[in-house]
């Protein structure tokens, strides 16, 4: 598939839920969308329920091919996810152009779910362009 | 807004005939304390505040540019659900079957949630 028309979806969807509703309940439903999504990679054996940091770093680069590289660093209260190269840059682009607030994208999809999976809630704080890519930081909270 | 003071009002609401269901949520849609025994359920109801909430602020402001004071979602037997925003971080749904009279509901609603801002 053409990776623009992938990023034109996401596009959609950020846009679209924002023009609608609010990055509130957009970031709801969008959990919801992101347990489903992460249900629908393991059933097709991409993802696993009890991946460690280094699995979803390899798996967001080697099978998903979404980045050339990434480095997830965590401490007590947040997770820093460092994207290298990111090749949806299309849709990432378009939505810091236009001050779309980000509630939907693969990796915040994968990420939270593989910490929701260990008990812990994580969510997006903050989404910087970077010179290596993109630096998304995610505040934590355990229940 | 503390935990005891919302398990004191969420008893409170129960009293009242036909509610079958208190749910206290975050405004990011994560259950708080809720009545209801069943996880899946609570979590569902929690999301679900959530999304009301700000799609019927988003509706009120963009049509009347106005806030929302509470949403009612009616069943055709007159039982339904009763959904506010508490404050800026919580928000109350109330699950109330057909025997709740509506009036003395809202009016319960509306003293526990003044109790709760003070």
New interface residues.
């Given amino acids: 598939m053409n990776k623009v028309f992938v990023s034109a979806v996401l596009y959609g969807v950020n846009k679209g839920i924002n023009n609608l509703m609010s990055s509130k309940a957009g970031t709801v439903i969008c959990r919801y969308i992101s347990k489903e999504m992460f249900n629908f990679l393991m059933n097709r054996g991409v993802a696993s329920p009890d991946m460690k940091n280094k699995d979803l770093e390899e798996m967001l680069v080697n099978k998903l091919k979404l980045a050339k590289k990434i480095e997830i660093i965590e401490d007590d209260k947040n997770v820093i996810l460092k994207i290298y190269q990111p090749t949806l840059t299309d849709f990432l682009e378009e939505m810091m152009k236009n001050k779309v607030p980000l509630i939907l994208c693969p990796f915040l999809a994968t990420v939270t779910e593989v910490y929701r999976n260990r008990g812990v809630r994580i969510f997006l704080k903050d989404g910087n362009p970077t010179e290596y890519g993109i630096e998304l930081v995610f505040s934590k909270t355990r229940h | 807004m503390s935990l005891e003071k919302v398990k004191e009002v969420s008893d409170e609401l129960m009293r009242v005939t036909g509610v079958r269901g208190v749910i206290f949520s975050s ?4 259950p708080l304390h809720t009545t209801i025994s069943d996880t899946e359920l609570e979590e569902k109801s929690s ?1 679900l505040s ?2 009301l909430v ?2 019927c ?2 509706a009120l402001k963009e049509l009347m540019n106005k806030e929302h004071s509470w949403i009612g979602v009616y069943a055709p037997d007159s039982s339904g659900i009763i959904v506010l925003k508490v404050d800026e971080n919580s928000n109350l749904m109330v699950i109330f079957d057909k025997e709740a009279k509506l009036g003395v509901l809202l009016y319960t609603i509306r003293r526990i949630i003044n109790k709760l801002r003070t």
């Fill in positions: 405004s990011d849609g994560l999301a959530a999304v700000e799609v602020d988003r």
